[in-house]
């Protein structure tokens, strides 16, 4: 067996077997159990090394070769798959407590399988191919079936496809720099073009405006993951970059440059959060304010880039998660997410609504939840380069906050005397609930996630070194 | 290991409580049950004398080239005084609970010792990162603890405010830290730089409600007596614990003064509005705002060790006026003990209060504190409003007046023995002169309209002044939201992709213009 066969073959297969097969009540368990197995496979089974288990030798060998193109994981690969795999798990034995539609496993499942192969292709500039077909298949899953797709889905499809060009002539052209790195005009239009490129892919200000859209139109649950998977992948492609191209890795222009579009996506993303009356938008702009944090871990001119950004990473998947299901839960109720339709709803939802408020204040950086140490490494390494940017990071998290406690005034906002109820179903507060103890876990003992995060630095030859 | 074991015993005591409430219904078992707890919790704070100073340190955060600092707590003698008030206090709570309607409730008792042990770890809290994790975990339960019981709307946003105010307070201690380390200094707070020292002042000023003045509680809480006392004061000694470790470098800077001028007149506002309260429950915001603005003063002055003590005489005096619920005339003079403490009189609990620089503000100080100590006395001796102990078990007689003197006892102890404030002769001519004042303003209260108490109603959380800034701000908040609804509907309507494309080559021709 091969680790891409197993790891992006086995997974896509899955997700089309579910989707004509299986029923809406069977798919998130089979999903979720599939995507489980596949983490801790990745976890125990180290690649390209034999195991002896008794008599029986066991060794997962690294590559294919595909119509002329190679995919491999390697050893460094593993804790990626299990982090990924892990999250994906999360979020498809949710999906039943969410309420979402069946093929969101199934198409789930054949998304990350593609996403996975994007980090595993060479060359690698295919894998902005692999990228434009997740957001592809994104699609169906946003729009609700017999229903037009709105402006926002629209939008994000325009934005993913130009994309793929920017990122493709940049290839092209980075080839050119490094054969003459002293020619600058190549250089300044290779790094334009690959900066757009990353722009559109990541919804770079002002290039997010898709995003509280998508939120606004779409199930809450389906953006959720959305707004969770294609970015992370997408950090994970431009660390690749990053550690392929010696003169992206040592340009402080372009670090400068880097920083400067994080600490605009932190700041107005937190301050359109903080102004929202749409809970559903407040998700999206608390999600392009995190994003923005990612962009600013990759312009640290620091050797911890990788574990500042994987440390921010594995806690936005289980934030994203909670909030997108609180939300699914409170929309299956309300008529929208506007402020004035979810007045109140503490009372009768109050696991629903902890569970949001808390994913809102974990983004928003306050201690004790999952989104905090992430944070802190990332304002101490900030502080020790530009305290001008630390502020601003600062102030977009302030934004955020605000933004949670407006949404809580809201939310516990009701008339006199009103009791209180349990209205989510056993299954909601189950999921609900795992998920809250894992923002604490996470916030108190970050520690646990070191076993997954220390080997990642390897996967990358130059970054953090 | 000793923190962890008195931490410990308070969170077992309320596991305990949980249990038993889910197995057994006796609230005998459950009233014991949570009286030795905090009983033993107490004693083994006091076992910490034979050990200090000692640390407890957490295991370390990974990877521990982001993370230098372990969550890290430590006995000695600036925290024990804080840590054993608290103690004290939760069990004062435990025993004269007998004496009040929610006796039934043992999740109460269980929420009150579990904040006792939360309590403790804050006061003890020796980094940064320890003090905010301990911060972050008492706003959350005291808004979960709030949440539940608000009963209207109006109290739900005073709690959610709360809640932001706070928050924020915890955004500056990590602006702190973020300036000490872009001026080459760690993660904590015996390397703190100075620069940062003026925020952390800011930080535990804006929690405690002190600086700029606002009135973070509301007085029309559900939980007045028990519950309510302990949340109010163990969050303000958390706060309090902030101040002492404050470099006495970063008190050069010339906002100094202002700050002491606010804190000043905070405390006179404080101050005037408990002297006024028609009781002490409804003046309780006030009295948290008294103490911890002379409790700021103290440290802006250069003196941490005032800082503490006027922690120490909010929890431990307030606690013991705010628990006596039971019309008992000696114990209502016993209460008196109190003024003694609030002082600053040689070997008080205060007496270490004044040892800093106050210079020009020495009058203003000893006016506010002149006024919180003549308006304890008032609540102390206050004749009527009081439930009885007449329809209560023998037991219960003797449980309730020993929870109250074991506080007054603590307030005596701490004057003379077990920390670095005790023994103190301290600015004994300003405390003559206040203690003079005090006996003035106590005469002169039912004699002149001016000093009398105002109608419960009267009494609004929020000043009328505070509250035009909070509106001017709102008004400011609104206008932010029309720009921001504006920009929405321009780059997310039709023309939305042409107008993101036009700021998108904006944005990349300011980039490419800073290259060379």
Known sequence: MSAPILW?????????????????????????????????????????????????????????????????LTTADGPLLA??????????????????????????????ALLTASIAVEPFLFAALLLEMAA???????????????????????????????????????AGVEASPGDINTTLQAGTMLGLGFAFLLGIFPLYNWIPMVTEESPPYVAGFLLWVLPTFTIIFGLGFLDRYTWLRTSPQLSSAIQLAGIFMVASGGVFASLQKH????????????????????????????????????????????????????????????????????????????????????????????????RLALWQELASQSLVLSFWALFGMLGLLIGATRTMAVLVMVEEDKAWELKESWMQMTMLGLGVIGLFLLGMFPQILQPFIKDLPSLFEHLGR | MLIFISCLLLFISALALIVLRVTQQNIRYSWLAAVGGAALATVSVFVWQTQMPFDFVLPSWKPDTLFLNPPLFRADGVSWPLALSIVVLTLSIMLTSVARPSIANSLNWAGGLALGGIGIMAVTADNPLTLLLVWAALDMTELITQLIFADNSTNNEKVVTSFFTRALGIGLLLWANIVSIAQGSSFDFQTIAPGSGLYLVIAAGLR????????????????????????????????????????????????????????????LYGGWMWLRAPDELTGRPYWVIGLAALSVTAALSGNPLGAVAWGCALVLVGGALFLASVQQVWLNRALLIGAWSLSSLPFSLTASAWLGNLGFFIPFVIAAQSLIIAGFIRHALRPSGRDTLDSQPRWALAAYPTGIILLLVIQLVLGFIGWDGALQIGAWVQAIIVSLLTFGLVWATPRF???????????????????????????????????????????????????????LVIFVSLLTQGLP
């Open chain 1, 8 to 72: 992006i073959v086995v997974p896509f297969i899955a997700g089309v077997l579910i989707l004509l097969f299986l029923r809406e009540r069977t798919s998130p368990l089979i999903g979720g159990t599939v995507a489980t197995l596949l983490a801790f496979i990745a976890l125990l089974f180290p690649i390209d090394t034999a195991l002896l288990l008794g008599s029986v030798s066991i060794k997962i060998s690294p590559s294919i070769e595909f119509f002329g193109r190679s995919f491999a």
């Open chain 1, 83 to 112: 982090i990924i795999y892990g999250l994906s798990a999360l979020w498809f034995f949710g999906t039943e407590a969410s309420g979402t539609a069946n093929r969101f496993v199934s198409l789930g499942l054949m998304i990350v």
């Open chain 1, 136 to 174: 592809m298949l994104v699609i169906p899953l946003l729009v609700p079936t017999y229903q037009k797709p709105g402006r926002g889905v629209i939008r994000f499809l325009i934005y993913q496809t130009l994309a793929m060009p920017f990122i493709l002539f940049s290839g092209w052209m980075l």
């Open chain 1, 279 to 374: 809970i559903g938008r407040m998700m999206g702009y608390a999600a392009i304010a995190e994003t923005g944090l990612f962009v600013l871990a990759i312009g640290l001119r620091s050797t911890e880039i990788v574990n500042v950004t994987f440390l921010l990473l594995i806690p936005r998947g289980l934030e994203l998660a909670v909030w997108a299901l609180a939300l699914s839960i409170i929309k299956r109720k309300a008529y929208s997410l506007k402020f004035s339709e979810v007045k109140g709803f503490a009372r009768s939802y109050p696991i629903a609504t902890s569970a949001l408020i808390l994913a809102h204040l974990s983004m928003a950086g306050l201690p004790l939840l999952a989104g905090f140490p992430a």
């Open chain 2, 208 to 267: 405690l409600g002190v600086l700029p003045l606002h009135l973070p509680y509301s007085s029309e809480s559900t939980l007045r007596r028990g519950f309510g006392t302990l949340l109010r004061l163990i969050s303000a000694a958390s706060s309090i614990v902030l101040l002492t470790h404050i470099p006495a470098s970063s008190l050069n800077s010339g906002l100094t003064p202002y700050l002491l001028g606010f804190s000043i007149m905070a405390a």
């Open chain 2, 449 to 503: 309209r001016i000093l009398n108490p105002i109608r419960a109603h009267w009494v609004n959380t929020t000043a009328s002044r505070t509250d035009s800034i909070y509106s001017g701000v709102w008004t400011l908040y609104r206008v932010f939201g029309r720009i921001s609804k504006t920009i929405n509907i321009t780059l997310e309507g039709e023309g939305g992709i042409m107008w993101t494309l036009l700021f």
